[in-house]
């Protein structure tokens, strides 16, 4: 949970991150655990697409990014990130048209923007929802923790710090890009 904190001699907000034992990100109690077998799922605003991930599905990495990428993409001053396997996320476009087969569907419905190479992100056509995000030069997909409360989101570090507008109060390391073994420079701030 981000509990909010202004300096209104400065005007800076910072966030201090928090989680309980047994909480989610939003505070409210999470009875089931990650060992548990299924997946936690996530349809759009529309109920075009459903997004699922593996409960058994272990976080390859994660973080608070402050790229501005990220921002831009999520209109956000921060944002909560969790990168996967690549076969640990995936989607199903909730229409049938008989007329329309999968490939087309999907064309109709999934979106994809990319800013570079690196990264490609993907959104409902129709609501304009944010989904997931997929890396394919290290195999990996991305999605936001928001999107499935049940997840427990423990971030480990804050990744391109010195991109941040907003500075934020807590004990994880700050790398000025992102962690050497995600093709980062793994220097800290």
Known sequence: MANEEKDYSTGVTSLRWSNAPGDDQHGKKNTKTDSQGGEYSFTCLCKSITVTLSKSATPALQVICHCHDCRAWNSSTVVPYV????????????????????????????????????????????????????????????????LFPEFKFKPTCHTFYKERVMSVNDSLPKYEDTLAQFGGSGKCI
């Open 83 to 146: 990168l996967f396997g690549f076969n640990d996320i995936h989607y199903k476009i909730n229409h049938q048209d008989e007329k329309l087969d999968a490939k087309a569907l999907e064309d109709k419905y999934l979106g994809q923007f990319s800013i570079s190479d690196r990264v490609h992100r993907y959104f409902c056509k129709t609501c304009h929802i944010a989904l997931f995000n997929s890396v394919p030069t290290m195999q990996l997909r991305g999605t936001y923790p928001a």
